[in-house]
């Protein structure tokens, strides 16, 4: 099994272009042994507790085997210890005594007429210089201020890790640049640039930095920049609180506290379903739960500032306004979308309510009145936050779009683009919408291979606002560069550079280096496994 549950692009400017390896110094170990320590300790009480209720008899004849073990083993010793008292092996290095018949004869006799130099560059017998291997690594790991990154959540046999994919859009190139292993399978990724997990950080410092939310109810923050980290740089949640604790005490009353499963203010206690980084207010990230919260990190402290129960069921997705920056708007399986802000939890915030679950919330970026609204059913709501209604059963959208026949598992809107919407399903297309004064209509759909469709999102640059990432079921990721499309070009016409003659479409992955992917088209459906061009589907053929 091999899927992509999440991406989240990574602008340029922001990656260090030589990222470090990670150097597993004395207190880094230090740091880790302490943690696993206390890991250890948790398990073996657990065990121990498990244990409790053993018959004695057994534990009795058990621990007389293993005295009856040692007993034999301590001979056994005995044994070998006098086979070698006559090779006197505790002297054997011991130096040796000269004779009268003959001369003693050092190990090094001839060290006096041996040529050295300061230095390995002198030396004319050495051809390989000092930090050649390390600057090819380091060039190996060079990324380009034209580089974009894109952060994929994947699961593949079993194992959950966060793949960072260097994106050359010049050299039509795609390749991962190194990945990060998860504890659980991830549900949502997002970008930080604050540095997290730094004792002395400057205020206007930037960073760059993932927060990753998974079945695990703890937030895992790693930094980008350092390659091959073997724990993350924090944890937002109880399994933090050891993590951050500065002394033994303060563990061992964290280590005595059992994890709960009841909802409270200060973590998460189910699956992590979405995040949203704050860009205004840089240390406060936002987080919703399969717990029914959302809660309000500081990640200066990496404690949780607040906990908001606006919702009745799973809350799945998150958005920030793009302006009024403490307004955060959140979507929820009890079919209903609150605009609240966090300043005031107490004040009766507005609702507006769907005719299934919510799948995911955007604020229009060019006009942050409007915002979106998908749902489960394939339909995408469009609503005018000043229009609030009295209640959710009265709320009506300035118009709505049956998208999908299936659940609208993703959907964006482009950064540069105004009126540039896609949407994903999993029917497995992936369709783009012009949005005008006159409402939504469809530029193109695609089925661009990568299975049920789980996660579609603009690039946020100005240089590559056209590029598309798409993932899914079969755990690959798609560049399209949708502005090589004719029916694109004819929308948005004002807007993409004119060429002459005939546009070869660009759709860019990664290259499969096993079979495993084939093996499970064989088990797909009739028709997935087609090559892409055959199954796209275009309003530009009309």
Same mark, same amino acid.
């Given at each position: 099994?091999?899927?992509?549950?999440?991406?989240?692009?990574?602008?340029?400017?922001?990656?260090?272009?030589?990222?470090?390896?990670?150097?597993? #110094? *004395?207190?880094?170990? $230090?740091?880790?042994?302490? =943690? %696993?320590?206390?890991? /250890?300790?948790? &398990?073996?009480?657990?065990? !121990?507790?498990?244990?409790?209720?053993?018959?004695?008899?057994?534990?009795?004849?058990?621990?007389?085997?293993?005295?009856?073990?040692?007993?034999?083993?301590?001979?056994?010793?005995?044994?070998?210890?006098?086979?070698?008292?006559?090779?006197?092996?505790?002297?054997?290095?011991?130096?040796?005594?000269?004779?009268?018949?003959?001369?003693?004869?050092?190990?090094?006799?001839?060290?006096?007429?041996?040529?050295?130099?300061?230095?390995?560059?002198?030396?004319?017998?050495?051809?390989?210089?000092?930090?050649?291997? #390390? *600057?090819?690594?380091? $060039?190996?790991?060079?990324? =380009? %201020?034209?580089?974009? /990154?894109?952060? &994929?959540?994947?699961?593949? !046999?079993?194992?959950?890790?966060?793949?960072?994919?260097?994106?050359?859009?010049?050299?039509?190139?795609?390749?991962?640049?190194?990945?990060?292993?998860?504890?659980?399978?991830?549900?949502?990724?997002?970008?930080?640039?604050?540095?997290?997990?730094?004792?002395?950080?400057?205020?206007?410092?930037?960073?760059?930095?993932?927060?990753?939310?998974?079945?695990?109810?703890?937030?895992?923050?790693?930094?980008?920049?350092?390659?091959?980290?073997?724990?993350?740089?924090?944890?937002?949640?109880?399994?933090?609180?050891?993590?951050?604790?500065?002394? $033994?005490?303060?563990?061992?009353?964290?280590?005595?506290?059992?994890?709960?499963?009841?909802?409270?203010? !200060?973590?998460?206690?189910?699956?992590?379903?979405?995040?949203?980084?704050?860009?205004?207010?840089?240390?406060?990230?936002?987080?919703?739960?399969?717990?029914?919260?959302?809660?309000?990190?500081?990640?200066?402290?990496?404690?949780?500032?607040?906990?908001?129960?606006?919702?009745?069921?799973?809350?799945?997705?998150?958005?920030?306004?793009?302006?009024?920056?403490?307004?955060?708007?959140?979507?929820?399986?009890?079919?209903?979308?609150?605009?609240?802000?966090?300043?005031?939890?107490?004040?009766?915030?507005?609702?507006?309510?769907?005719?299934?679950?919510?799948?995911?919330?955007?604020?229009?970026?060019?006009?942050?009145?409007?915002?979106?609204?998908?749902?489960?059913?394939?339909?995408?709501?469009?609503?005018?936050?000043?229009?609030?209604?009295?209640?959710?059963?009265?709320?009506?959208?300035?118009?709505?779009?049956?998208?999908?026949?299936?659940?609208?598992?993703?959907?964006?809107?482009?950064?540069?683009?105004?009126?540039?919407?896609?949407?994903?399903?999993?029917?497995?297309?992936?369709?783009?919408?012009?949005?005008?004064?006159?409402?939504?209509?469809?530029?193109?759909?695609?089925?661009?291979?990568?299975?049920?469709?789980?996660?579609?999102?603009?690039?946020?640059?100005?240089?590559?606002?056209?590029?598309?990432?798409?993932?899914?079921?079969?755990?690959?990721?798609?560049?399209?560069?949708?502005?090589?499309?004719?029916?694109?070009?004819?929308?948005?016409?004002?807007?993409?550079?004119?060429?002459?003659?005939?546009?070869?479409?660009?759709?860019?992955?990664?290259?499969?280096?096993?079979?495993?992917?084939?093996?499970?088209?064989?088990?797909?459906?009739?028709?997935?496994?087609?090559?892409?061009?055959?199954?796209?589907?275009?309003?530009?053929?009309?």
């Amino acid at each position: 099994m091999s899927m992509i549950t999440a991406t989240a692009w990574v602008p340029r400017g922001f990656p260090a272009p030589f990222p470090t390896k990670y150097d597993f #110094d *004395e207190i880094e170990f $230090e740091r880790i042994s302490k =943690l %696993a320590k206390l890991q /250890l300790e948790d &398990a073996q009480e657990d065990l !121990d507790q498990a244990r409790n209720g053993a018959d004695g008899a057994e534990n009795s004849k058990s621990s007389s085997s293993v005295e009856k073990r040692s007993i034999s083993a301590s001979k056994l010793n005995e044994d070998m210890d006098d086979d070698l008292k006559e090779y006197d092996l505790e002297h054997y290095d011991s130096d040796v005594k000269e004779d009268d018949k003959g001369e003693g004869m050092a190990m090094f006799g001839n060290v006096k007429s041996l040529a050295y130099h300061d230095s390995n560059a002198e030396d004319p017998y050495i051809t390989l210089k000092e930090n050649e291997e #390390d *600057e090819e690594d380091r $060039e190996e790991l060079q990324i =380009l %201020a034209t580089d974009n /990154l894109l952060l &994929a959540a994947k699961v593949e !046999d079993e194992v959950a890790h966060l793949e960072v994919y260097v994106y050359e859009d010049g050299a039509d190139n795609l390749y991962v640049h190194h990945d990060v292993m998860l504890p659980a399978i991830p549900l949502c990724v997002e970008w930080l640039n604050i540095p997290v997990g730094k004792d002395i950080v400057d205020k206007d410092s930037t960073g760059n930095y993932a927060a990753v939310g998974t079945f695990d109810p703890d937030i895992e923050i790693w930094d980008l920049d350092t390659v091959d980290s073997m724990y993350p740089n924090a944890i937002l949640g109880q399994g933090g609180e050891d993590h951050n604790a500065e002394s $033994e005490v303060a563990q061992k009353k964290k280590k005595r506290r059992k994890k709960s499963k009841k909802a409270n203010d !200060d973590y998460h206690v189910d699956a992590i379903l979405s995040l949203a980084a704050n860009r205004h207010h840089r240390n406060l990230l936002a987080s919703s739960s399969a717990d029914k919260t959302v809660k309000l990190w500081d990640l200066n402290t990496r404690k949780c500032a607040k906990s908001y129960s606006y919702h009745t069921d799973k809350v799945c997705s998150l958005a920030w306004h793009p302006k009024e920056s403490t307004v955060l708007l959140s979507g929820s399986y009890d079919r209903n979308v609150v605009a609240a802000d966090m300043r005031a939890p107490d004040a009766k915030a507005p609702r507006w309510g769907v005719e299934s679950d919510v799948e995911s919330v955007r604020w229009d970026p060019h006009d942050p009145n409007f915002f979106y609204i998908s749902t489960e059913n394939g339909v995408v709501h469009h609503h005018d936050v000043r229009l609030a209604p009295s209640s959710p059963e009265a709320s009506k959208p300035i118009w709505t779009l049956q998208a999908h026949d299936e659940s609208i598992s993703s959907f964006d809107i482009n950064p540069i683009i105004p009126g540039f919407l896609t949407t994903g399903s999993t029917d497995k297309q992936v369709k783009l919408w012009n949005v005008q004064a006159s409402g939504p209509s469809m530029v193109v759909s695609r089925d661009l291979g990568v299975g049920k469709v789980f996660s579609t999102n603009f690039a946020p640059d100005q240089e590559v606002g056209f590029r598309l990432a798409v993932a899914g079921s079969k755990g690959t990721v798609q560049i399209w560069d949708t502005s090589t499309n004719a029916a694109v070009r004819r929308a948005f016409a004002g807007r993409v550079a004119p060429v002459e003659g005939e546009v070869e479409e660009r759709l860019l992955g990664v290259e499969e280096d096993s079979s495993d992917s084939e093996e499970e088209e064989d088990g797909e459906e009739d028709g997935e496994g087609e090559p892409r061009q055959d199954g796209w589907e275009s309003m530009d053929e009309d």
